[in-house]
Structures are given as C-alpha cells and as structure tokens.
C-alpha cells in the first residue's frame, strides 16, 4: 500500500490526515484560481466576448475534476477540499471588497 492510494486510508492513520491536508491546501488553491478569473470572465461577458463562455465551462469543469479526483480519497479529502474552496472564496471576496473600497 503505497501512502496516498486511493480507497485505502485507515480511519485515523497518518496518510488519512494528511489527505485532509492536502485536499484544504489543493481545494484553497483551486477555489482561488477558480474565483479569481471570475472576475475576468464577467468582465468579458459584459463586453459582449463570447469566447468567456468557454473559459466558464473549463473553470467549472477544472474545478469539478479536482473534487472528483479528491473523491476518490475519502470523503475527509473532499470534505477538506470543499471547505479550502470555500476558504478560497472568502478570501478573494474580501480582497475583492478591499480593492473597491480604494
């Protein structure tokens, strides 16, 4: 059994906590890249660009692929994955409210 296979991670053991660690650093990473280019793609959506429909649907696919991957590790990957995106969210929306602020 190699560290991080997936199905395979014992209740409690070392490899199942560093899976949530993981999953909350990769799914804080996709979250932030996934809600940062919203800005971008809203912003060519109002300019009539409708090549930003497809830059939608890869976000939304990309996103949905490193869920599905993180899936396949336990419901604590995913569950921590979900809640870095979630953390990733709330950040970009503070930041965002910040800068409008100036």
Do not use: C, Y
Not at 2 to 7: E, G, Q, V
Request: zero cysteines; proline letters at 2%.
């Amino acid at each position: 059994m190699t560290l991080f296979s997936p199905h395979h991670l014992e209740w409690l053991s070392p490899a199942w906590f560093a899976s949530i660690v993981i999953g909350l650093a990769v799914g804080f990473a996709a979250g932030a890249l996934h809600f940062r280019s919203l800005k971008s793609v809203a912003r060519r959506l109002a300019n009539g660009d409708l090549s930003a429909i497809a830059l939608q649907l890869g976000r939304l696919a990309l996103l949905g692929a490193i869920l599905f991957t993180m899936a396949l590790f336990g419901a604590q990957a995913l569950l921590a994955g979900a809640a870095g995106v979630f953390l990733a969210r709330r950040r970009v929306l503070a930041q965002s409210k910040a800068e409008a602020e100036t």
